[in-house]
């Protein structure tokens, strides 16, 4: 079979296109009333650990120092050194109180249940809409994309068949399918604004869990902070720049008018 003599019936968009849309509209917005009656009243209300927050702002804050340490003096350049990290006195040289996952997790158990619901609302319905497209709408070919595609984006776009003489820019239903529900997050975030539902962010707590559970040391991120702030080499940025500066203006007048 040829790319050229395949020709897809129009009924494939009466019967696939446009139900499959609709059943995905409609689960993302069951979805998302569904966790916003699920969500507890009290998740906006949980105290802010004040030092907490100080010590992330601070590595930022370091960080950035760090980063662009070449457009300040270096005078500047050390007094922020010694803020961070200077003996005894500095931001990163006292000790961190920083609360794991788990901590916060034992002492806050609407932490855990917001999570759990989250994760309820969010993968069971993608879990289970995804077996029903599988049992109603696999073995489709819904449409092609207009621009040619290497055959290691097969195994993306055509998901639910196995013809390997089709051109790849040929994409199925189940593929169709994936590319919508991340797709239309974008839309849902104009509906519902921050309380969109979003996979990629149950993801990263998952993965915060995780890392959270191995036992990952704040007082480690301070004493590598430390290490980076000792590191920089100091080259200013700025040299030269009145100079560059003049010359610039000086052509900018030499130029003639434009005439219009």
């Keep these: ?9 129009r009924k494939v968009r009466d019967w696939v296109v446009v139900p499959l849309t609709l059943c995905i509209l409609l689960m993302m917005l069951l979805r998302q009333y569904v966790s916003k009656i699920l969500a507890s009243p009290s998740a906006s209300k949980q105290p802010v650990d004040t030092k907490e927050l100080r010590e992330k702002q601070a590595l930022a804050r370091s960080q950035l120092m760090r980063n662009n340490a070449g457009y300040i003096p270096a005078f500047a350049v050390q007094q922020r050194r010694n803020f961070f990290s200077a003996k005894e006195v500095g931001v990163f040289q006292k000790k961190s109180e920083a609360k794991g996952v788990q901590e916060q997790l034992m002492t806050n158990p609407d932490m855990m249940q917001n999570m759990m619901k989250q994760q309820l609302t969010g993968l069971v319905p993608q879990i289970a ?3 029903f497209v599988n049992y109603f709408f696999s073995g489709f070919i819904m449409g092609k994309i207009p621009f040619p595609l ?10 639910g068949i196995d013809l390997p003489s089709l051109d790849v820019a040929y994409f199925t239903s189940l593929s169709y399918y994936m590319l919508l529900l991340f797709g239309l997050r974008g839309v849902m ?12 962010q149950l993801q990263k707590q998952q993965m915060t869990m995780g890392m959270g ?3 990952q040391d704040p007082q480690k991120t301070f004493e590598q902070e430390r290490a980076a702030l000792d590191a ?22 030499n130029k003639p008018p434009r005439i219009r």
């Design 1 to 9: 079979m040829s790319s050229e003599d395949l020709v897809l019936d």
């Design 129 to 131: 809409m995804g077996a």
């Design 150 to 159: 290497s055959p290691s984006f097969r195994l993306m776009l055509q998901r």
């Design 189 to 200: 975030s104009l509906m519902f604004k921050e309380d969109t539902i979003d996979e990629t």
């Design 213 to 215: 559970q191995m036992g």
């Design 232 to 253: 920089i080499e100091y080259v200013s940025k700025l040299d030269g720049i009145n100079e560059l500066a003049a010359e610039t203006l000086q052509k900018g007048l």
